[in-house]
């Protein structure tokens, strides 16, 4: 995954934290928000990890899939 994306995604929950503290009275709503903004960037994050799993899998078939058809292509003989 690229880094910057959960970088980004911590400052921003870390800035909507400060603004929610900022009135001096942190209210279990605003712990509530707090908690779902915390998961919501973890599941982003996670499927991001997925999604980048994924696509390094897709390329390592294809890269197998070129080798074995490179060597099938060199045993046969021409006709």
Do not use: F, W
Not at 44 to 72: I, Q, S, T
């Amino acid at each position: 995954m690229q880094e910057s994306k959960r970088v980004i995604r911590d400052v921003e929950d870390d800035a909507k934290e400060a603004i929610r503290r900022s009135d001096g009275d942190e209210s279990l709503g605003d712990k509530a928000a707090n908690v779902g903004d915390r998961l919501r960037h973890g599941a982003e994050n996670l499927g991001d990890e997925l999604h980048d799993g994924v696509d390094e899998a897709a390329r390592k078939v294809e890269y197998e899939r070129g080798r074995v058809d490179g060597m099938r292509d060199r045993e046969t003989p021409d006709r």
